[in-house]
C-alpha cells in the first residue's frame, strides 16, 4: 500500500493568480495522476504525471492551465495557473504501484477562488 | 461518447438488509472495473477490483459482479450498518493503462 500526503489541504486564494499543490507518496509508484471533483460530482481527470516529462493531459485540461511536474517516482506538483471562482474544486492527486492495480489517493486539496 | 453511470439517487436502505449499486457503461471496453468507497473529506478508498474474464469477487461482506455483455457491475453490501454509509464510486481502466476513469457516484444512507 501507499501513503499520499498533499498539501495545501485548502486554501482560499484570490482570481489571476496561481496556487502549487504538492503531493508526496511514501513509497516509490509507477503512475502518479491528478483529477478534480466538483462539490457532490464524481472525479474527473486531469493528466497522468509523468516522471521526467511532459505530463499528459486529458481533453478539456491544457499544460498552461495545469502545469504539472513530477521530479522523482514519489512526487508530483500540480499548478493552478491564473485562476478564476470556475477553479473552485477538489484536487486530489493518486498513484498506482502497477498496470491495472489498486489506486491510492490523498485527502485532497479544497481550493477555493474569490 | 464514453460515459459511466451509477445510480443517479441516494439510496436509503435500513440496517441489515443488502445494498445494491449500479454501475452502467456505454462506448467502452474496461480491462478491470473497480470499487471505491468515499467519505466526506476524504480521498476514495479502494474496496474491490475484479477483471474482465472474472463474473464475482467476494471480500467480507461485499460482492462484485461483472457482466460484459450488459456493460454492467453490481456491487452489493450485505448485512449492511449505518458505517457503511459513505459515497460509492466505480471506475474502469482499459488494458495497458492505469487512468482510471469514474462513474458519476452512488450516495448510500444505511440508518437504523
Known amino acids: 500500500s501507499a501513503v499520499i500526503s498533499q498539501k495545501p489541504s485548502r486554501d482560499i486564494c484570490q482570481r489571476g493568480t496561481s496556487l502549487t499543490i504538492q503531493c508526496q507518496v511514501d513509497?516509490?509508484?509507477?503512475?502518479m495522476f491528478w483529477y478534480r471533483q466538483q462539490p457532490g460530482q464524481s472525479l474527473t481527470l486531469i493528466a497522468t504525471a509523468n516522471q521526467g516529462s511532459e505530463a499528459t493531459y486529458e481533453s478539456g485540461f491544457v499544460i498552461d492551465k495545469f502545469p504539472i511536474s513530477r521530479p522523482n517516482l514519489t512526487f508530483s506538483t500540480l499548478t493552478v495557473s491564473n485562476m478564476s471562482p470556475e477553479d473552485s474544486s477538489i484536487y486530489l492527486c493518486?498513484?498506482?504501484?502497477?498496470?491495472?492495480?489498486?489506486?491510492?489517493f490523498g485527502q485532497g486539496t479544497r481550493l477555493t477562488v474569490v | 461518447s464514453q460515459k459511466i453511470e451509477q445510480n443517479s439517487e441516494a439510496l436509503n436502505i435500513q440496517e441489515g438488509k443488502t445494498a445494491t449499486l449500479t454501475c452502467n457503461y456505454t462506448?467502452?471496453?474496461?480491462?478491470?472495473l473497480q470499487w471505491y468507497r468515499q467519505d466526506p473529506g476524504r480521498g476514495p478508498v479502494f474496496l474491490l477490483l475484479?477483471?474482465?474474464?472474472?463474473k464475482e469477487k467476494r471480500k467480507e461482506r461485499l460482492k462484485v459482479t461483472f457482466d460484459t455483455t450488459l456493460k454492467q457491475s453490481l456491487f452489493h453490501i450485505t448485512a449492511s450498518q449505518p458505517a457503511d454509509s459513505a459515497t460509492y464510486l466505480c471506475?474502469?481502466?482499459?488494458?495497458?493503462?492505469?487512468?482510471?476513469?469514474f462513474g458519476t457516484g452512488t450516495r448510500l444512507q444505511v440508518f437504523p
Open positions: 471506475a474502469l481502466t482499459s488494458y495497458n493503462t492505469d487512468k482510471l476513469i
Open positions: 493518486s498513484a498506482t504501484g502497477g498496470l491495472n492495480t489498486e489506486a491510492f
Open positions: 462506448n467502452y471496453s474496461p480491462a478491470y
Open positions: 513509497s516509490q509508484v509507477t503512475m
Open positions: 475484479i477483471r474482465e474474464n472474472e
